[in-house]
């Protein structure tokens, strides 16, 4: 929670030196290729099932491409704190969101955390640096579009992700290990017997 908070002001610093999609772009291929080494060396497999490559392939494009970029692009023209609150309204939108992608259910106490959540971010907000919504609407805008992305993606990736864990639960892949071949057969009793004394 500490380092997704501070993710607000160390983005805001950066991109006030790197342009936001030159920004995301260097930042996502360092980390891409780091847990693509990761996902090798754990699973010894990198692929996809084809069922789903375009499916992920586009979900993956709106969680990690379009938002990143929309997100970066409205911190240029908000304060960071204006940005962490928008941003906030995420798991209210995922809560609804997954309703509409059949991928979990809408309860009373699911609503009442995420509006409890969102509201304990803004009184920190509003209690330190202070809010100032209202500054930049467009800036304000293209925050909230990235929250919906960043929604959309975790709403509709959840049925993808339990199928591809339930998958590498019943293959029984371990961490770091390839799967083990099979068990050689077993040498029969008279072969460790001496030449001599062996049945003719």
Do not use: H
């Amino acid at each position: 929670m500490v380092l997704w908070a501070a993710n607000f002001i160390v983005v805001k610093s950066a991109v006030a030196v790197l342009p936001p999609v030159g920004f995301t772009f260097l930042r996502f291929s360092l980390a891409s290729t780091t847990l693509l080494i990761l996902l090798r060396w754990r699973e010894g497999s990198i692929g996809l099932p084809r069922r789903d490559l375009i499916a992920i392939c586009a979900l993956g494009a709106l969680g990690f491409g379009l938002y990143q970029i929309l997100w970066t692009t409205g911190l240029t023209t908000i304060p960071a704190g204006d940005s962490a609150l928008i941003i906030a309204v995420t798991p209210v939108l995922v809560a609804f969101f997954a309703v509409l992608a059949r991928s979990d259910s809408l309860t009373p106490g699911k609503l009442v955390g995420g509006i409890v959540s969102f509201a304990g971010v803004a009184l920190v907000i509003a209690s330190g640096q202070g809010l100032n919504l209202g500054g930049s609407l467009a800036g304000e805008a293209i925050t909230l579009l990235a929250a919906i992305c960043w929604a959309l993606f975790t709403a509709f990736g959840a049925p993808f992700l339990r199928r591809s864990c339930a998958a590498t639960r019943r293959s029984g892949r371990r961490p770091g290990r390839r799967s083990p071949g099979p068990p050689s057969s077993p040498r029969s009793p008279q072969a460790s017997l001496p030449r001599s004394t062996r049945p003719t």
